[in-house]
């Protein structure tokens, strides 16, 4: 594998985590502020209608606080033919109003008239003055409360109001309001409303495992004012069991909750209140379909980032493959000097440039190794393939970086090269020679002493490439007939040329 696609693999490898970090992160921050904007607006739903389902009753208690006809009864508790006339009011209000109970109460505590008059669980005649409700409607103010009724077993929440004659108070109307139609809104899968006293005690909720749980344990004073008053008959009032807790932020907690199966469940808390009748309604948000978009937003991301990384590495890789198509397609497999097919492009490139500046020279140095065949015939087509790659090795040892080194085809090489003015091409001619000359072979072939000709020619402003290079191999020709192992030049295309040989 290249190395540079194992940077990406160090990159992804450092960034991935990272990256699947920040994406859980953000999706939890998201999907918890859409839980808190939907918890918010449940709470102020459910909270307008429980406390306009409350204010009819508010109202209805006012209105008979100041019905003459319940004061003939007052002023007459024990007249028979007046409570039942009172009884019978009472029910009919109640057949509109569709309260719990309706009940007319003495000064002392005495129940004189009830809607329930004909019910097995009749109120009247019970006396209920141990009631907070009532006692805070016998000193004149109007008494709110919420308790299982001690008759009927019951949960209600009860208003209670005094009734004055002459600013005398004269008796207590009480009107009980059932709150079960109340808890049917609370029912959610994935949600949980709860609504509690000032005590914190759960009386409203769409989870069985919650009613008459307390949100926080209670203290002793507490314990037994409620059990004094009856207020939830025999019930224990448990805490929920709350295993953990953490704010998330200013307004809202993380609690984790036992069920009563033993599951441990996380909720988001949001609270309210219902200031009016002091009440506290809390929204119970499972976490479930947050970690679920946690979970979703860290699926996608990796996928993601996988399918990038894959991309990158295939771009990475077709793009090493197409070099290498290049490569091969401009580089001779046998000796890695350039192709004929990339000389056609480099040399008319340089004759270009040289045709607009005559500042440097461009020569083409052609090379043929002496009796190669000869080579193949002794030696074999391996020893041939042998020779050629260190020929080849030659040529590029002594040619520069910028020389284009081409193997023109079979045991023929050529030299693409610019050169200054005054510079000598057959010194870098004379180089290879004596280099090629000097090589040394193993084995069977240690006998074997390869020479090559050379012929040189330089480019003339305005000519082909195909007459530089016919010109050069002209000059290789010539040497091949001057003996081999030497050089022919040519510096124009009006000369012979000159046979080029060191002095011994």
């Known amino acids: 594998m290249p190395r540079k696609q194992w940077y990406y693999i160090l990159a992804f490898l450092i960034l991935f985590p990272l990256a699947l970090w920040l994406a859980a992160e953000w999706a939890e921050q998201q999907s918890m502020n859409e839980l808190q904007l939907e918890s918010t607006h449940h709470l102020r739903l459910h909270a307008h209608n429980l406390l306009h389902e409350l204010e009819k009753f508010e109202l209805l208690s006012q209105v008979l606080s100041e019905d003459i006809k319940l004061h003939h009864l007052l002023q007459r508790p024990d007249d028979g033919g007046v409570a039942a006339m009172i009884n019978h009011f009472l029910a009919k209000t109640n057949s509109k109003a569709r309260a719990s109970v309706i009940y007319l109460m003495s000064t002392t505590g005495k129940t004189l008239a009830s809607s329930n008059w004909e019910s097995s669980k009749s109120f009247v005649g019970k006396n209920y003055s141990f009631r907070p409700y009532f006692q805070r409607a016998a000193k004149g103010s109007v008494g709110r409360y919420t308790a299982v009724g001690a008759t009927s077993g019951e949960l209600g929440h009860y208003i209670a109001r ?16 059932d709150l079960k139609g109340q808890e049917l809104l609370y029912l959610n899968r994935d949600a949980i409303l709860t609504v509690a006293d000032s005590q914190g005690v759960i009386f409203l909720t769409g989870n069985p495992d919650f009613r008459f749980r307390t949100i926080r344990p209670l203290d002793t004073v507490t314990k037994k004012r409620i059990s004094d008053s009856r207020q939830y008959a025999d019930l224990s009032l448990t805490p929920l069991p709350i295993t ?101 492009d480099a040399v008319d490139s340089l004759i270009e440039q040289h045709n607009r500046s005559t500042e440097f020279r461009l020569a083409a140095v052609m090379m043929d190794i002496d009796f190669f065949k000869k080579v193949n015939d002794t030696y074999g087509h391996k020893a041939g393939d042998l020779v050629l790659q260190r020929v080849a090795q030659a040529i590029r040892r002594e040619s520069r970086a910028s020389d284009i080194a081409i193997r023109y085809g079979g045991e023929e090489f050529v030299v693409i090269m610019l050169t200054s003015p005054t510079s000598d091409t057959s010194l870098f001619g004379e180089r290879i020679r004596t280099h090629i000359k000097a090589l040394r072979f193993k084995d069977a072939m240690d006998d074997l002493n390869v020479t090559i000709s050379i012929g040189i020619a330089y480019h003339n402003p305005g000519e082909p490439a195909d007459g530089l290079l016919e010109r050069a191999d002209r ?26 040989r060191p002095e011994s």
């Open 162 to 177: 005094p009734i004055r004659k002459q600013g005398n108070l004269i008796g207590v109307i009480v009107i009980k309001a």
């Open 244 to 344: 953990h807790e953490r704010a998330w932020d200013k307004t809202t907690m993380i609690v984790s909750i036992r069920q009563g199966d033993g599951e441990i469940i996380d909720y988001m808390v949001r609270n309210g209140m219902l200031l009016e009748v002091g009440w506290q309604i809390q929204s119970y948000s499972r976490l479930d379909p947050v970690r679920g978009q946690i979970y979703l937003t860290i699926s996608v991301t990796a996928l993601t980032l996988i399918s990038l990384l894959l991309l990158a590495l295939y771009l990475q890789d077709h793009r090493l493959h197409l070099k290498q198509l290049r490569a091969a397609a401009i580089t001779d497999t046998l000796t890695g000097l350039y192709t004929r097919r990339y000389m056609n």
């Open 475 to 500: 000059q290789l020709y010539k040497a091949k007939n001057s003996g081999r192992d030497c050089i022919c030049v040519d510096q124009d295309q009006t000369t012979d040329g000159t046979v080029w």
